[in-house]
């Protein structure tokens, strides 16, 4: 079946503008996962949803950030007035259910670049 | 905080050779702990994972790795590398079950 997708997967953006990205969980997975991965910080976790609950938030790195999950689908990460340091990969995974039994399923990236 | 750490940023081994990549996670508590491969532009893949059951873990791909709680240590390893395996390695724990705490990855190089 296919797997999780995510668009676009490349992204150039000037220094202050606003970015969205986008995510397509695998079908019937409840939890979705947002991840970054960036030269100086390695992989971090940015948020999480699972089902209809308030998602996890701890991870997002400033209120520039920020992410929705629409009709336990569909996710859209939104970073506005983007700075340079947010260049990088940002990853998403969707799981069966949340917690450490389910496998977590990533997407192939979408790499944003801050001119 | 919980942490993963892993030793090498680099390892690079002959065709053939064993293959060991090595992590240490903070014993606060045991967490779960899992080893994810990344191809070049490709997405992170599950190679194996160890949520208190057995302590030596078998994967995909004829990849292994043993969990040591006296030394806090979850290393992975392969008896004998193929050039496929080349790629990023990323040992990982799940401390809250929820979210996954991934340590700075080991490039793979594996010479012919």
């Known amino acids: 079946g296919a797997g999780v997708s995510q668009s676009p997967s490349n992204k150039v953006t000037e220094k202050g503008k606003d970015v969205e990205l986008r995510c397509d969980p695998i079908?019937?997975?409840?939890?979705l996962y947002w991840y970054r991965q960036s030269l100086g910080q390695g992989l971090e976790f940015l948020i999480y949803f699972q089902g209809n609950s308030a998602p996890d938030k701890s991870g997002l790195p400033s209120d520039r950030f920020s992410a929705e999950r629409t009709g336990g689908s569909v996710s859209t990460l939104t970073i506005q007035r983007t700075q340079q340091e947010d260049s990088a990969v940002y990853l998403c995974a969707s799981s069966l259910y949340s917690g450490i039994s389910y496998e977590q399923y990533f997407g192939p990236g979408t790499r944003l670049t801050v001119t | 905080a919980q942490s993963v750490t892993q030793l090498d940023s680099h390892v690079s081994v002959s065709e053939g050779t064993p293959v060991l990549l090595r992590c240490n996670y903070s014993s606060s508590y045991s967490p779960s702990l899992f080893w994810y491969v990344q191809h070049p532009n490709k997405g992170l893949q599950l190679l194996l994972k160890?949520?208190?059951?057995?302590?030596l873990v078998k994967g995909i791909n004829g990849f292994e790795a043993e969990f040591k709680k006296s030394e806090t240590s979850f290393h992975l390893t392969k008896p004998s590398a193929h050039m496929s395996d080349a790629a990023e390695y990323f040992c990982?724990?799940?401390?809250?079950?929820?979210?996954?705490?991934f340590g700075g990855g080991t490039r793979l190089m594996v010479k012919p």
């Open positions: 990982v724990g799940s401390y809250a079950g929820n979210m996954l705490t």
């Open positions: 160890y949520t208190s059951a057995a302590t």
């Open positions: 079908s019937g997975h409840t939890a």
